[in-house]
C-alpha cells in the first residue's frame, strides 16, 4: 500500500521539474501541536518539518520515476 502526502501534480517536465500540492486545512491534528496558546499569544499551527520533507521526497520519487519513461 502507497501513502501519498502530496495531493496533485501541477507541473511536470521530466527530467528537470516537478510543481506539487498539498492542501492543508487547520481541521488537521498535526498541526496545532507546535506552538499552543499560552497567555495573551495566540495558536500558531505549524507543518511539521518531517511532513514537508515527506512531500518533497515523494515529489522527488515521481519526479526520477519520469525521467526514463
Same mark, same amino acid.
Given at each position: 500500500?502507497?501513502?501519498?502526502? *502530496?495531493?496533485?501534480?501541477? @507541473?511536470?517536465?521530466?527530467?528537470?521539474?516537478?510543481?506539487?500540492?498539498?492542501? *492543508?486545512?487547520?481541521?488537521? @491534528?498535526?498541526?496545532?501541536?507546535h506552538f499552543e496558546a499560552q497567555g495573551q499569544l495566540t495558536a500558531l499551527p505549524v507543518m511539521p518539518a518531517s511532513l514537508i520533507v515527506e512531500g518533497m521526497a515523494q515529489s522527488a520519487?515521481?519526479?526520477?520515476?519520469?525521467a526514463e519513461d
Open positions: 500500500m502507497r501513502w501519498m502526502w *502530496i495531493d496533485r501534480v501541477i @507541473e511536470l517536465v521530466p527530467r528537470q521539474r516537478l510543481v506539487a500540492l498539498k492542501n *492543508i486545512s487547520l481541521a488537521e @491534528e498535526h498541526l496545532h501541536d520519487g515521481i519526479l526520477v520515476g519520469h
